[in-house]
């Protein structure tokens, strides 16, 4: 599956769960089939470009708390050192405005669902939503997200879950299903 046809919205799970392929084993509880999925898209946004972030870069903010900037030891590293060196190249990263506006983005959609959304991930859905193009959310690990994507999806946000099973398998534990 092709996480995202052109652009992307990268939630920051996705490459930290990358990460973990330097040293995967048995013990671990992400499921080797999201950890290859969040590989693969990973690599098909360094190798396409595509990716969305905020012009105030409160994403690449929070994606160098996480990650390194030495681009090693996992490919979420990779990632971030991509990000920072094409973060200006418009042809692989497309910058959008979005405004802060009492702890939320003016660009976050309303909705009566949405009205207890993270905060700190507002900032991922002002993004794709303020985008012309509307691209998708790449969400590995958050299943909080799954409780939200029919309100998203009907406010025009798509969220692509590269490990599916697992957010929904999580979410429902969470909820008492």
Same mark, same amino acid.
Request: glycine share 6%; hydrophobic share 35%; with cysteine.
């Given at each position: 599956?092709?996480?995202?046809?052109?652009?992307?919205?990268?939630?920051?799970?996705?490459?930290?769960?990358?990460?973990?392929?330097?040293?995967?084993?048995?013990?671990?509880?992400?499921?080797?089939?999201?950890?290859?999925?969040?590989?693969? $898209? /990973? +690599?098909?946004?360094?190798?396409?470009?595509?990716?969305?972030?905020?012009?105030?870069?409160?994403?690449?903010?929070?994606?160098?708390?996480?990650?390194?900037?030495?681009? +090693? *030891?996992?490919?979420?590293?990779?990632?971030?050192?991509?990000?920072?060196?094409?973060?200006?190249?418009?042809?692989?990263?497309?910058? /959008?405005?979005?405004?802060?506006?009492?702890?939320?983005?003016?660009?976050? *959609?309303?909705?009566?669902?949405?009205?207890? &959304?993270?905060?700190?991930?507002?900032?991922?859905?002002?993004?794709?939503? $303020?985008?012309?193009?509307?691209?998708? /959310?790449?969400? $590995?690990?958050?299943?909080?997200?799954?409780?939200?994507?029919?309100?998203?999806?009907?406010?025009?946000?798509?969220?692509? &879950?590269?490990?599916?099973?697992?957010?929904?398998?999580?979410?429902?534990?969470? /909820?008492?299903?």
């Amino acid at each position: 599956m092709i996480p995202c046809p052109d652009m992307c919205v990268v939630d920051t799970n996705v490459p930290i769960v990358a990460n973990h392929a330097t040293n995967y084993d048995e013990t671990n509880t992400i499921p080797l089939e999201c950890l290859k999925a969040c590989l693969e $898209a /990973i +690599e098909h946004v360094v190798n396409k470009g595509g990716l969305v972030i905020d012009d105030n870069g409160e994403i690449f903010e929070e994606y160098s708390r996480y990650l390194s900037f030495k681009g +090693e *030891p996992g490919l979420g590293d990779l990632f971030m050192k991509w990000v920072h060196d094409y973060q200006w190249n418009p042809d692989k990263v497309s910058r /959008i405005s979005i405004n802060r506006s009492d702890n939320t983005y003016i660009e976050f *959609p309303e909705h009566d669902d949405l009205v207890n &959304f993270d905060k700190s991930d507002r900032k991922f859905v002002a993004v794709a939503n $303020a985008h012309p193009d509307k691209p998708p /959310i790449l969400q $590995a690990t958050d299943s909080k997200w799954w409780g939200w994507k029919d309100a998203l999806s009907e406010v025009g946000v798509a969220v692509r &879950f590269l490990c599916q099973n697992y957010v929904q398998e999580k979410y429902s534990k969470k /909820i008492g299903r």
